[in-house]
């Protein structure tokens, strides 16, 4: 949100408001302040350590063992230091700040309130197992239900993301996790309020930190993996210059007729690095062949027509691409029984190679290659359909046309760029539950 | 086997254990179970920390969630505000059954009873209960302040991390014959990450149990669960993200310009190289990667290079394809370490990284060795051993040495 519209500010302005009321002292309460202290010094420092060793995680624990802990509006009072001071990395910087630490006070308020009107308090102090279970399930389900519902608010209004979706799975989403934190900040509380007195409260967030710590560095490591991916496609541009962008190509295409086929997101994402990898056997193509200008002989085809087989033996190893490393295989196999290396038919072609075989050949049409200039999406889908039954599994060409009709082709690497842009997050972009 | 052999730590250690775990399952016999249904929980706590557990080559800790519930028994002064009776000896036997109950599908999946894993458990709970069950039972702690008390219990557990990580260390000195000192600093770096969140769980556990009672055993559970499965997440990317980087390496195969099989055994010999000079576990992994990937450079010619072998080239050839093969390794996304270890093989060794300097004489071993028969080997070494001066580091030669003698990767006919 680079310009943030009006009524995004008008907005976030009333969130303060209602931030503000939250955090006026109630006459009747006494305040511990030094647990106020405490815990609000905990949970900056929390923040900022995340922040800089970039743990995965908000230390929802020590918000939620306040709210169990102190009266509503001390409780609030916990989140200011630490969410106005929190780094933060796109602009407006204070803005972004503001809203969290308002949406943040409202929320703890509206827990702590739950928690204190059940009763909760009491349990707490009589460390009343299992009975301290249910004011604090409450008090998590408010507080998870304040976050999602201003959170929605705040994307229909300065995303304009519709309302439904907005709200759409973002309770649902956050519930598990915050549930989690929720039991931790339990056990802080109770812990705080034992004999052991704070110290031992500490020791409770100690896991949690691991936890963020491991689930940042996979985070990292699974990045690292799609880059090696993608450099094993690299290492074919490197040999045959004028396919450059074709593999990412005709992995968007087989991940098109993958959805349209209804298949489950797993299976999308493994159809995808099938054809992401289905040249990669081309490395061991000599790279004087790949390049050759005029036709080839049949001694040269002969040779090229190996490069299924090779690919199969590279990615044969990585367990992880399951039935993609068939589609390696067999992705220049024919429904008719005519094409290499096994000259399979039918349905003995695996699933995942038939899509391929599509993606591929739709790819090879419309891009432009020395012999011959590209031809136009529509001729080519006429040519798919032609060759259907014959060449092409009728099924996947009909939902590859659907699909097509439906999003149009919008190759994200053409073939005329010199280099295809940086790589873009493998999963389709969904939050992954942080916990 | 020769007879020093007998007084290994290995075997020391096994029948430490194995007499500990003895006299306990006979004293508790002897004397029944006190305060069933503590036992009982936390022996089904540690029977399904256990099955949850993993068995990676790689992990430290297997199964920590049984590890925390372990040494939290052994922790436990109070249930409920009521102070416990249980001794030494019942720990230990409770937390032996439940581990032998826990590794029953490991058994019957036929990996095996992992022994060593077993001893090690046995014997830190047994020296945690030790240094803790016979005071708290006098009343010793009695007069002691609450926050005191808890920081008693994380000294105690940090303790027996410390020792933990010398036992670990020592097995696998004993197993695998590395040197100790690397091995035990990997173990107490290992300590930091799922050592500290093991340690904390445990300490809290038996804390709000003291408080509580036995609900905050499965509500405590949780959280080192969820860390539990953050670091199998973790180790399956990690395992997949090696077998990507070996089909990388293999592509150089495949396209016919190394022979088949080299860069895995350069790999697998330049880790036992490492290993040998004393490499941590992060250097290990970028030694590991840069050799697997050390001849990716030749993709990019267009002829390749008789046999792959590079280690005969002109000098400023070999810097060339180590140039263009530190390129390909960029776009990888490894660690820019490695780019910078394949980047420089070819270099005068003065100038290289430790790492740089394993790689490029062991592929330059690698390559002498392979096709020239019988003493090929020992041919091979005599050669690297009087190559010019700044060809080949006189100490990674002389590690390459041992390790060979050592662990007979030699082929049969060279002895």
Redesign the interface.
Known sequence: MEAVPARARAYVACVVVLALLCLSPQPSARTPWWAVFLLAGLYAGCEQAAARWRFAGTFYPVLLAGAFLLPPSAAALVVLPGALLSPVEQRPRWLRRVWRAAQLVVGVWAAARVHGALGGQDTVAD?D??YALAPAGAAVLAFCLVLSVLDGGILTLAERVPVRRAWRGLFLRSLAPVA?HG??G??MA??WR???????AL??L???C??W???A??HR????????????V??VD??DGYTRGHSERVGQASMMIARELGMPDERVEMLRFAGILHD??K??????LLRKDGPLTAEERRVIELHPE?GH???R????LGEARAAVLHHHERLDGSGYPYGLTGGQIPESARVVAVADAFDAMTSTRCYRRARPVPVALEELQRCAGTQFDPLMVEAFVRAVARHGWHPAVTADEAHPPPPRPATPSQPEAR? | MNPHRLLSPLTLVHAAAGGLAALSLAVTLWSGLDQRGVALAFGVLVTVGELTGWTGARAREAAPLAAAGALSYALLGADAGQPTRHGVFQVVAVVLAAALLGSVPHIARGRGPALDHLARRVLTVGFAAVCFQPLCGQGAFREWGGPAYALLLVALLSLTALCDAVLAAALAHSRTRWPFGPLLRDELRALLGIGTAVCATGAVMALAVAVVGLWAVPVFSLPLLLTQLSFRRYAAVRATYRQTITSLARATEIAGYTPTGHARRVAALSLAVGRDLGLSGPELTVLEYAALMHDIGQLSLVDPVPAGATAVLPQAEQRRIALLGGAVVRQTGVNSQVAAVVERQADPCAEQPVEARIVRAVNAYEEKARDAGPGGPLTALEELRLAGPGEYASEVVEALARVLSRDCLTPAQAG
């Open positions: 460390s197992f299992p989690v039991l931790a339990l056990m109770v812990l034992s004999p052991y007195g704070p110290v031992a020791l409770v100690l896991p949690m691991v936890s710590w491991v689930f560095q996979y490591e699974r990045a690292a993996h799609q880059a090696t991916i993608r450099a094993l690299q290492a490197i040999k990669v056997g490395l061991g193509v000599p790279t004087r090779y033996e590279m990615v190893g990585i367990s992880f916990l």
